[in-house]
């Protein structure tokens, strides 16, 4: 293996799970960048109580490893993960001794996570000022898409040009094409945390159009949890969806094969302002994929994408457009293989870890 050309550090408390920190780590090696953890804790947590009265204890470690890491190592970057702003003092602190810049992934916005999950609205505004006073250390922020840049450059009076797009990509270890064979019924499958700003209710209102119009033989599958998946569930209910089903969560290798047995995946529905400026991971890892996605239009999307070429849009919160999206793939086998083939060109050209990588190299000067 050749020697490495850079170093960087990467420092939070993160989900070794999520795709968000391993597109990031495996990124980066795949051009031949030294990837050093300093993780403070084994649990992810959302800012509150506990976590902040481990701060001390946080810190502690952060110095102990750092001092470790710098004895042997040149460290050319200092990258902090998502949910971490606590940390920014003392990782700023880090970034100046050692020369370096400093680096935070605002993916996704602490305060907006609160305000969508209903947190005590007090406590949503505190995170506000939380979040808008320490973020204002780092040198970069990195953010999925254009659209957030916008987004978060005015909400947190961050200059544009302090941001880095840095596209979602998708854990390559598991999601890549799979040469199986699809269903015998016509399926739709989402997954994922049931978040407000994904729009399931558009699901159920377009199953419900589906049943309406006597449409066979077509079955929309949800699987994963969250917040929103009892209300889901209670609404196909009520409305009696004999196409609906829920798998609750299930394993990699579980999901893995229902990606790749379904027919088309689907991806977010919301008008919400987040889920407008959004690539979604279900969106990456369907297209790693090469999948056939239905999604909603919305600015982040056709930066990338076009409809019927490497994607099929619809109007975000229009279940009549969703059940008209279903009905056109089912009744063209021909529209999927084309949205199929586009989309894996889209995801290797834009969203693999190689090119995540090589954003950060260029942009850090790696």
């Known amino acids: 293996m050749p020697v490495s050309d850079s170093t960087v550090v990467l420092l939070g408390d993160y989900d070794y799970e999520y795709p968000r920190e391993t597109n990031i780590r495996e990124g980066l090696e795949r051009h031949n960048v030294d990837v050093l953890e300093c993780t403070f804790s084994t649990e992810q947590r959302f800012i509150g109580l506990t976590k902040i009265l481990l701060m001390p204890l946080f810190y502690a470690r952060v110095v102990y490893k750092m001092i470790g890491i710098t004895k042997n190592n040149e460290v050319d970057a200092i990258f902090v993960t998502k949910f971490n702003p606590l ?19 605002l993916f996704v916005s602490l305060y907006r996570t609160a305000e969508m999950r209903d947190v005590n609205p007090l406590l949503v505004k505190l995170l506000f000022v939380i979040e808008y006073l320490l973020i204002r250390f780092p040198d970069f922020h990195t953010v999925g898409t254009d659209q957030f840049i916008d987004l978060y ?10 941001f880095i797009r840095l596209p979602p990509g998708a854990d390559e270890e598991w999601y890549y094409p799979l040469n199986e064979s699809k269903r015998d019924e016509f399926t739709a499958l989402y997954w994922g ?6 729009g399931v209710e558009t699901i159920i209102d377009a199953a419900e159009q589906l049943q ?3 449409v066979d033989d077509i079955s929309i599958v949800f699987v994963g949890k969250g917040p929103e998946k009892e209300a889901t569930e209670t609404a196909a209910e009520a409305r009696e969806l004999d196409n609906v089903r829920f798998e609750g969560f299930v394993s990699m ?11 088309v995946c689907l991806g977010v529905f919301s008008s919400d302002k987040r889920a407008m400026a959004s690539i979604t ?18 600015p982040a999307i056709e930066e990338w994408f076009e409809h019927e070429e490497n994607i ?6 229009d279940g009549d457009a969703l059940a008209d999206a279903i009905i056109d ?27 995540i990588g090589k954003i950060l190299v260029e942009e850090l000067e790696l």
């Open 312 to 317: 099929y849009l619809v109007p975000p919160e």
């Open 87 to 105: 940390i920014l003092p003392l990782a700023w602190m880090c970034s100046q001794k050692l020369r370096c810049p400093l680096v935070y992934d």
């Open 212 to 214: 309406r119009r006597d």
């Open 153 to 162: 450059s005015e909400m947190y009076s961050i200059p544009a040009e302090r």
């Open 253 to 263: 290798e579980a999901l893995q094969q229902w990606i790749a047995t379904s027919h």
């Open 193 to 198: 945390n049931f978040l407000p700003h994904h």
């Open 281 to 298: 991971n279900k969106v990456s890892e369907g297209v790693a994929m090469a999948k056939a996605v239905i999604t909603e239009r919305s």
């Open 329 to 355: 793939c089912k009744r063209n086998p021909e529209l999927i293989e084309d949205l199929e083939t586009g989309a894996y060109e889209v995801f290797k050209s834009e969203f693999s870890q190689k090119k």
